[in-house]
């Protein structure tokens, strides 16, 4: 049995568009759809690697990932628990452009409850500044947000974006630290779920001093 895993560049995104909580067949199929889209519109890796059974998955087992080869400005989506997780590696003019967001965000400092777990309250929202790890469903009705990367305003973004993730649902737009943006419809940043690294090069999903498998 395998996992897809999807991969997305500096310039490129991917939407799996899920809705309010997605089942495993969905996602697949969904990821599927996705990567024959990309297939004719841009060059996005599709990487395969081993998963947990169905039943231990369905249980919500870890999900253990190996970010040795995730270079600056890309992403990956692995799935755990039957939703998308993200894993970005963020550039350092990523990191300065988050840095640059708190005015016009609803909640910079991740102060409200249930998304973000204590070692990731800081400005990066992560274990180390550099790899983001979150939930890629929005908090507004659970629609899948849609990775833009670039700066700069233009199709509904603002003047001041740095990269981000936008919702194509209602417009909820996000930072790339997953926090969202004022006066948008969802009240919440993305969510941070528990992880821990095994070794530099690899994470674990779903595990960490809270959460254990």
Request: net charge negative; with cysteine.
């Amino acid at each position: 049995m395998s996992q897809d895993t999807l991969l997305h560049d500096e310039d490129g995104a991917v939407d799996p568009n899920l809705p309010p909580d997605p089942s495993r067949r969905f996602w697949v199929t969904t990821a599927c759809a996705v990567g024959g889209v990309a297939g004719v519109a841009t060059a996005i890796p599709l990487v395969s690697t081993f998963a947990p059974s169905e039943k231990a998955r369905a249980a919500g087992a870890p999900v253990e990932v190996d970010v040795a080869d995730l270079a600056p400005g890309q992403m990956r989506t692995v799935e755990w628990r039957g939703k998308p997780v993200w894993i970005l590696r963020r550039s350092d003019a990523q990191l300065a452009g988050i840095k640059k967001q708190d005015p016009y965000l609803a909640d910079p400092n991740s102060e409200r409850p249930g998304f973000t777990p204590e070692y990731a309250k800081n400005e990066d929202r992560s274990r180390k500044p550099d790899l983001f790890v979150c939930v890629g469903i929005c908090t507004h009705l659970g629609c899948s947000p849609t990775a833009h990367f670039e700066t700069g305003g233009g199709g509904g973004l603002p003047a001041s974006w740095e990269g981000g993730f936008l919702c194509p649902c209602h417009g909820s737009t996000f930072d790339l630290a997953g926090r969202v943006y004022k006066n948008k419809p969802a009240p919440d940043n993305l969510e941070v779920p528990p992880y821990q690294y095994l070794s530099d090069t690899r994470i674990i999903v779903g595990v960490d001093e809270d959460n254990k498998a």
